[in-house]
């Protein structure tokens, strides 16, 4: 009950840590509800199949489950035979998927699963989608179409598939997408089987085809039915899927940690002005223990009130991310929002975490507090650091600076990370040793003002001095602001000159041809460019037919690799397989064949060359359905565009398109994540102040009754505060320059460039300015109301 009633007595102090809270948990929410609605879901071309059949899963070169090891036609063909003799089942189909666009008035037309739109006709037993008009195809030369293409029956249509354009007559129309051939056509562009497709008979029990069809395979792979169909995803949407879960993910993570920040900060501060009230609890007979728990319940009121009201905004705003993510390309098709029970009391639990583990160090102080306190004033124990905190900021600084020198080291996929989570370590460290900084920055900054003859650069720094904890305490928050907004705006700054001008100078001199439109280029377009690096990639199984590794092997067209019967492997390959030069390897191909290749050469790895280099004609032998990447034709040869679905570039044009591929998605991530922390940051200054120049009623009182005019101590409130937030802003700006020069560094030495670090100054100051007009407007309001309650 005391709990309840200090929360209720003193709502106006707790009001910013239940914001932050609340804040905290709709994010989170809102990320759980995205995320579970984001889940894989049976496509709607396996949705009239009892059971899918499919092969044994390989590893990685981790250890971690990846691909599917396909079938050969020669393994497939008598699984189907065996899956037809289920009872129950009508017909057992043989999936295959490749790539098929249709080419009309010039152009590939628009369609993002294009890599895996086409399949035999069988295939669309498994929808099932329904013939609409025409029959289905039979010769090789014949495509079944969706009708809501708009090609009529008898026609002819131009289709681009892995060798180039060629002409098929449309034979039929069905009600569902894809490009739908017969079924030797589709055997020929996809040899290898990754699924059989149980379609049942009319009343079967889906559970007893399963029962029985797992018999057929005896271990040797995998029967998905019900929502495990969910496994057969096309590969457009899988990434889909990643993009939207790394991106909130990045957005929880920072909210949580900006949460227990700000929190921590707003909770310590008002334990630190409570020390009469604790150490009159002392005095009547409260031990620590007491107070302890009775600052820690207080702690989880708040977070559970914060926490019911999150989560009612986070179902709320779920909807609104939902659209936002959508506008980025991150979610996956037809995604819908559904609310699950989970989200919520997930989300709830978090929240009240966060706020004890928040208060802890809150907690902990109070504990301190000796009975004779509560004869003292509440900031007389503001005005140094104690051992423990010394040794805390010490111990952060060293691993902020350890984690900001690992930035330059650490590779490019985990650069941004390394360099977030040593600012958030600077930040903890600055907000740990501010006690120390605060006075002599606010001594610095207020010694040009002294000659001037006003007392109220004295008076603010005098504050500053005696009650150092305090202002350390309203400068935290600041200092996660604008630290984040620095690291996050520059961070995507540097990337910006830096990606482009080190992929400009690896390809200076040549004409990149590039797909456009389509997933990736045909053989039509390599035989058009027949001068220049054209990689063919697949995915193949290398090593032992019981453990196979699988792993992206590269037919390579370059005449010091391209050697029938032989690959070249970079030295860390090589080294996780156990290769040597001369050795010979087995490697299963797409199509289920197994070729044995020696190991011609062992090279450094060279990310340009690949690390599994084999013969390009190897490649295309065993995966007839395989696009090649972008062409690269060297100086001095014409490269090419005539095919339709590509471009030509110069080395910059190159350069800066492939950056822009990714870089709407990385700045709306990073507008997103400044949002987020310079928002809670801004309701944490703002409470902080507030509760700041209500705790200061009695210094107003006396300065008052020294002849001050309101005027003048509302001016001096908003000096003060302007004063905190700057020098806050600085510590800010400090923290993250390590990390971000670090990542410069890194950016330098990867891309063989000149790379300085950039900064995006219009951000910056948005940054520190919200926080300053929040801070300075919640300072002026209180104090404005404190001194009109005084003169009645």
């Given at each position: 009950m005391l709990i309840l009633a200090n929360v209720r007595e003193r709502r106006s102090g707790f009001l910013g840590a239940f914001l932050a809270v609340l804040v905290g948990v709709a994010l989170v929410t809102t990320t759980l509800i995205i995320y579970d609605s984001a889940r894989p879901t049976v496509q709607p071309r396996y949705a009239g199949a009892a059971a899918m059949a499919l092969p044994e899963q390989a590893l990685d070169r981790d250890g971690s489950p990846e691909d599917r090891i396909p079938w050969s036609p020669s393994e497939a063909a008598p699984l189907r035979d065996r899956f037809d003799a289920v009872p129950g089942v009508a017909t057992a189909v043989l999936d295959r998927s490749f790539y098929a666009q249709a080419i009309r008035n010039g152009r590939p037309v628009t369609d993002e699963g294009a890599l895996e739109s086409g399949h035999g006709w069988d295939s669309a037993l498994m929808a099932p989608y329904r013939l609409v008009a025409g029959k289905a195809p039979e010769g090789r030369g014949d495509v079944v179409v969706d009708r809501a293409l708009g090609v009529p029956v008898g026609s002819r249509l131009t289709v681009n598939i892995t060798q180039g354009r060629r002409q098929f007559t449309v034979t039929g129309t069905v009600d569902g997408p894809g490009y739908y051939f017969s079924e030797a056509f589709a055997a020929a562009q996809q040899p290898g089987v990754r699924a059989i497709g149980l379609v049942p008979e009319k009343g079967a029990s889906a559970s007893a085809i399963s029962s029985a069809a797992r018999k057929v395979l005896d271990g040797k792979g995998t029967i998905a039915a019900g929502d495990s169909r969910s496994e057969l995803q096309p590969e457009?949407?899988?990434?889909?899927?990643?993009?939207?879960?790394?991106?909130?993910?990045?957005?929880?993570?920072?909210?949580?940690?900006?949460?227990?920040?700000?929190?921590?900060?707003?909770?310590?501060?008002?334990?630190?002005?409570?020390?009469?009230?604790?150490?009159?609890?002392?005095?009547?007979?409260?031990?620590?223990?007491?107070?302890?728990?009775?600052?820690?319940?207080?702690?989880?009121?708040?977070?559970?009130?914060?926490?019911?009201?999150?989560?009612?905004?986070?179902?709320?705003?779920?909807?609104?991310?939902?659209?936002?993510?959508?506008?980025?390309?991150?979610?996956?098709?037809?995604?819908?929002?559904?609310?699950?029970?989970?989200?919520?009391?997930?989300?709830?639990?978090?929240?009240?975490?966060?706020?004890?583990?928040?208060?802890?160090?809150?907690?902990?102080?109070?504990?301190?507090?000796?009975?004779?306190?509560?004869?003292?004033?509440?900031?007389?124990?503001?005005?140094?650091?104690?051992?423990?905190?010394?040794?805390?900021?010490?111990?952060?600084?060293?691993?902020?600076?350890?984690?900001?020198?690992?930035?330059?080291?650490?590779?490019?996929?985990?650069?941004?990370?390394?360099?977030?989570?040593?600012?958030?370590?600077?930040?903890?460290?600055?907000?740990?040793?501010?006690?120390?900084?605060?006075?002599?920055?606010?001594?610095?900054?207020?010694?040009?003002?002294?000659?001037?003859?006003?007392?109220?650069?004295?008076?603010?720094?005098?504050?500053?001095?005696?009650?150092?904890?305090?202002?350390?305490?309203?400068?935290?928050?600041?200092?996660?602001?604008?630290?984040?907004?620095?690291?996050?705006?520059?961070?995507?700054?540097?990337?910006?000159?830096?990606?482009?001008?080190?992929?400009?100078?690896?390809?200076?001199?040549?004409?990149?041809?590039?797909?456009?439109?389509?997933?990736?280029?045909?053989?039509?377009?390599?035989?058009?460019?027949?001068?220049?690096?054209?990689?063919?990639?697949?995915?193949?199984?290398?090593?032992?037919?019981?453990?196979?590794?699988?792993?992206?092997?590269?037919?390579?067209?370059?005449?010091?690799?391209?050697?029938?019967?032989?690959?070249?492997?970079?030295?860390?390959?090589?080294?996780?397989?156990?290769?040597?030069?001369?050795?010979?390897?087995?490697?299963?191909?797409?199509?289920?064949?197994?070729?044995?290749?020696?190991?011609?050469?062992?090279?450094?790895?060279?990310?340009?060359?690949?690390?599994?280099?084999?013969?390009?004609?190897?490649?295309?032998?065993?995966?007839?359905?395989?696009?090649?990447?972008?062409?690269?034709?060297?100086?001095?040869?014409?490269?090419?565009?005539?095919?339709?679905?590509?471009?030509?570039?110069?080395?910059?044009?190159?350069?800066?398109?492939?950056?822009?591929?990714?870089?709407?998605?990385?700045?709306?991530?990073?507008?997103?994540?400044?949002?987020?922390?310079?928002?809670?940051?801004?309701?944490?200054?703002?409470?902080?102040?507030?509760?700041?120049?209500?705790?200061?009623?009695?210094?107003?009182?006396?300065?008052?009754?020294a002849g001050g005019t309101v005027r003048q101590l509302v001016l001096l409130a908003a000096g003060e505060t302007a004063l905190l937030v700057v020098i806050g802003a600085a510590l800010g700006v400090l923290v993250t320059l390590p990390p971000l020069a670090a990542m410069a560094s890194g950016l330098s030495q990867a891309t063989s460039t000149d790379v300085s670090l950039h900064l995006n100054a219009p951000v910056i100051v948005a940054a520190v300015l919200g926080t300053l007009l929040a801070a300075v407007a919640a300072g002026v309001l209180v104090t404005s109301r404190t001194l009109r309650k005084q003169n009645t």
């Open positions: 457009y949407i899988e990434h889909k899927r990643f993009l939207g879960v790394q991106l909130i993910s990045a957005m929880a993570a920072l909210g949580l940690f900006t949460t227990v920040f700000v929190v921590a900060s707003m909770l310590v501060l008002s334990t630190g002005m409570r020390r009469r009230e604790i150490g009159l609890l002392r005095t009547i007979g409260a031990s620590p223990a007491q107070i302890r728990r009775m600052i820690l319940g207080e702690a989880a009121v708040v977070g559970l009130l914060g926490s019911i009201a999150g989560c009612l905004a986070g179902v709320a705003g779920a909807p609104l991310l939902r659209n936002i993510l959508d506008g980025l390309g991150v979610v996956p098709p037809g995604m819908r929002v559904t609310v699950a029970a989970w989200p919520m009391p997930a989300a709830a639990a978090v929240g009240i975490g966060v706020s004890v583990i928040g208060a802890w160090s809150a907690g902990r102080k109070a504990t301190r507090v000796a009975p004779i306190e509560a004869l003292l004033d509440s900031r007389s124990a503001n005005t140094a650091m104690g051992r423990g905190r010394w040794i805390t900021g010490s111990a952060v600084l060293g691993l902020g600076v350890v984690l900001a020198i690992a930035t330059a080291t650490t590779g490019a996929d985990n650069r941004i990370g390394t360099a977030l989570f040593a600012t958030m370590t600077l930040v903890v460290a600055a907000a740990l040793l501010s006690p120390v900084l605060v006075g002599p920055a606010g001594r610095l900054l207020t010694a040009p003002f002294r000659s001037r003859g006003t007392a109220a650069p004295v008076l603010i720094r005098s504050e500053l001095t005696a009650n150092a904890r305090r202002a350390a305490a309203l400068v935290a928050p600041v200092i996660a602001a604008v630290g984040f907004a620095v690291l996050l705006s520059g961070a995507v700054e540097t990337m910006r000159f830096a990606y482009p001008a080190g992929a400009a100078l690896e390809v200076a001199g040549q004409t990149i041809v590039t797909p456009d439109g389509t997933p990736g280029n045909t053989d039509e377009v390599v035989a058009a460019n027949p001068v220049g690096k054209a990689a063919l990639p697949t995915r193949a199984f290398v090593g032992k037919a019981d453990s196979p590794v699988v792993m992206d092997v590269l037919g390579s067209r370059d005449a010091k690799w391209d050697e029938p019967g032989q690959a070249v492997v970079g030295t860390r390959t090589a080294k996780d397989l156990n290769l040597k030069e001369g050795r010979r390897v087995p490697v299963r191909f797409d199509d289920g064949a197994t070729v044995t290749l020696r190991v011609s050469a062992v090279l450094p790895d060279d990310p340009a060359r690949g690390d599994f280099v084999v013969a390009r004609g190897l490649v295309r032998a065993h995966d007839p359905a395989a696009l090649t990447d972008d062409v690269f034709v060297p100086a001095g040869v014409k490269a090419t565009d005539a095919v339709p679905g590509t471009a030509t570039h110069d080395a910059l044009e190159y350069a800066l398109a492939d950056y822009d591929t990714d870089a709407e998605l990385t700045d709306s991530l990073a507008t997103m994540l400044i949002v987020i922390s310079v928002g809670y940051s801004v309701i944490a200054v703002a409470n902080s102040m507030a509760m700041a120049a209500h705790g200061r009623r009695r210094d107003y009182e006396v300065m008052k009754a």
